[in-house]
Nanobody, 125 residues
Framework: QVQLVESGGGLVQAGGSLRLSCAAS????????MAWFRQAPGKEREIVAA????????YYTDSVKGRFSIYRDNAKNTVLLQMNSLKSEDTAVYYC??????????????????WGQGTQVTVSS
């Protein structure tokens, strides 16, 4: 089993940047489809970005395209989410997730069977 630990959240002004990290312990990340989700108060958990097991295919939700980038540091067994041009509507708890049965990214939270504890991102306007 993989264990996921997020870090890098915090408070940032609109237009600023943050980089979230998801450190994985256990099997290497190329055995999983990896994703970042977020959940704002009173809203459902939504996918932000994901990539396939091979890393060749990525997915971004429309609202973050061109602003966020997901990538993998294989040497550190870590998945990162670079967030630029942050907006107040990006405020949420961000979760790292992994699936050991998907091959390609899925937008549904129930498709992921491993989750981190979450890290808060707050964007002030």
């Amino acid at each position: 089993q993989v264990q996921l630990v997020e870090s890098g959240g915090g408070l940032v002004q609109a237009g600023g940047s943050l980089r979230l990290s998801c450190a994985a312990s256990g099997p290497t990340l190329n055995m999983y489809v990896m994703a970042w989700f977020r959940q704002a108060p009173g809203k459902e958990r939504e996918i932000v970005a994901a990539f396939s097991r091979s890393g060749d295919s990525t997915y971004y939700t429309d609202s973050v395209k061109g602003r966020f980038s997901i990538y993998r540091d294989n040497a550190k067994n870590t998945v990162l989410l670079q967030m630029n041009s942050l907006k107040s509507e990006d405020t949420a708890v961000y979760y790292c997730a992994a699936s050991d049965f998907l091959i390609s990214p899925s937008a549904g939270p129930t498709s992921y069977n491993y989750w981190g504890q979450g890290t808060q991102v707050t964007v002030s306007s």
